[in-house]
């Protein structure tokens, strides 16, 4: 009897490639199908065609022939063991998300608690077998000598010969870049590392990345190559523009050499976030394949530079960017109403806030116009987001790992697993060998341990990254902002990073022609930041205050002295997210205050109209209130006094 099995005997029959692995954010089938129509193949595509499925079929029984052999045993041992935790898996998520919504929950803990311990006994029995079969595969999984032959199948596989072949028949350029994609084994590889090209269509990611090496001459290295590459796979399928609403004619689509060119422009100039440069290409995909215009990106970083540059130079890397959304974004859906057209989306969410999901869609927007790769992570009935940091992915505004998962359909502990082991770039080529074989042989795809259980092939992937992952020590950082989703306030007290307010920022400036420069951290009280008041550093140079949306109102003074009495105009250089905003000002302790009205200046500085004051000859107080309309934040960089001839 023979004791050894081949490892899978490759199906000679054309298959379509289930398209590209890894998370990308893909059209609905229905408006993919509406955008990009089937093209039908001519004569020439019909040829093209048959000379990629003979390409193809040469490839499997090529990589067919190369397969190491395993025990029948082992090999039956390990699929047994790895569909019984899969399946373990399964029922842990399902009786965990059930335990959030049952009326008995006691039932429900009793069900999670036995679904644990048959989880946990699954988990040891799968041991010895996957490391039986991981030892004997150990080194054919880190040898590259299969790499070329399958690289090139699974290009084919996942672009299809009918689809590359409509790519291919389009004309001379574009059957030269085909030919010049399947020559190259390293490319090929690259793509295939990142995550492939999105719906497989390669020909196209091929025209796009390009375009892009013809329009820079920067994109050919380093990270600006890997941006490129990224921007090619993700954008191969086209994605939306979603332009302002009073903007009819707009492009429909966003254009992928623009984007790279964007991004190439604020990496040079050193806009975005110091990480930026140590991203793979499969981390800037998820950078580039935003749904916004290259000007509101721009128009991002410099309203959070102005406004809130303390969420830019935080060193909780957690919370970076994105925590405009905890300090800045409203929840509620009362003020949607407001949306002004000719502001693009991203901008009536900071100004008008919104519920989870248009919290969690500007939290995305704001890191991606930094830099950092950022998801989509719904969970049952609330709209997440899971984002990269130095330290790992984090979750932001939910639950933590294993109540929510991603727009493909993984599982998020499944997806966390992913993440930690591609961080080991070198060992996780193992792991995608393993996928690419599972492919070829036609087992069925797997998004996780916790999916439908698949094939040896399928499960020695899912068993060597969990390893990597292990061997790395990787720790699953804890989800921030959790009790923040759904509210406009957190329970976790904020710690506001101090700023030393030297004599020279607190200098009240008289101008030769009788103005006076009043600095917004001149305070006389309060002299250091509070919760609701904060100095911070400024983009202009010196420091700022900023006066927080949330809290209980306080107010804020100033001391100065005038060499002449009488009235004065008083204006306020700002910067506002929200409309509708004023400051009180009372003279000297006077009753009734005078009404200072701010305006709208969606990020940028601008300076409020003046209004008039009476000061006495000698020593003033102004003393500075907020109308008690808590969910506007303003940020002061300074106050302009001048006399008036009122």
Known sequence: MNLTVKLGVLCLAVTVGAGASGVSAAPTKEKQAALLPPVPLTATGEALKAQYEAQLNTLKGDISKALPTVEAAAMEAFVKAYQAESLALAEELKTLRASAKAKDKDAAAKAYDEAKAALAEASVTAQAPAAAVLKQMDTFLASNALDAPLVKAMVLSQATPHGLAAFTQGGDANKALADALLADDDMMKQMLQAGGAREGRYGEAMAIYAAIQKASPKAADGVLQRLALG???????????????????????????????????????????PSFTVLTAWDLRNVVNGDEPDATLAWGREMLRNYRPDHIHTADTRWRYVKAVKTEVRYGSDYDKFDKPEFQKYQNMIM?????????????????????????????????????????????????????????????????????????????????????????????????????????????????????????????????????????????????????????????????DGSITIPAVACSRPTASTAKIIFMKSALGGLQLHYNRTGEPETFEYTIDVAEAGPYALSARVVTVTGDQHLRISVNGAEVPVDMVLPLTMGMWDTSAAVVIPLIKGRNTLTFSRSGDNIRGVTIKDFMLKRSAI
Not at 231 to 244: G, S, V
Not at 430 to 439: F, K, N, P, S
């Open 231 to 273: 921007t090619a796979l993700e954008h191969a399928m086209p994605i939306a523009q979603a332009n302002p609403a009073a903007v009819t004619n707009g492009p429909a689509f966003v254009d992928p050499v623009n984007r790279y060119l964007h991004f190439e422009k604020a990496y040079l100039d050193g806009e975005l976030d």
């Open 352 to 512: 008008n806030g919104g519920v989870c999901g248009r919290r969690a869609f500007f939290g995305r927007f704001i890191l991606r116009a930094f830099g950092i790769p950022t998801l989509a992570r719904p969970q049952p009935g609330h709209a997440t987001l899971t984002h990269w940091s130095p330290e790992g992915w984090v979750i932001n505004l939910g639950a933590g790992w294993g109540w929510g998962w991603l727009k493909d359909g993984t599982e998020d502990r499944d997806f966390l697993l992913h993440t930690q082991a591609r961080a080991v770039e070198g060992a996780f080529l193992e792991v995608l060998r393993a996928q690419w074989i599972a492919t070829l042989v036609g087992e069925p795809d797997v998004l996780g341990f916790h999916d439908e259980p698949s094939g040896f092939w399928n499960g020695l992937a899912l068993y060597r990254q969990r390893a990597i992952a292990d061997e790395a020590k990787a720790v699953a950082l804890a989800a921030v902002g959790t009790d923040i989703g759904e509210a406009n306030e957190s329970k976790e007290k904020d710690v506001v990073e101090s700023v030393d307010i030297t004599a020279d920022d607190r200098r009240i400036v008289a101008g030769t």
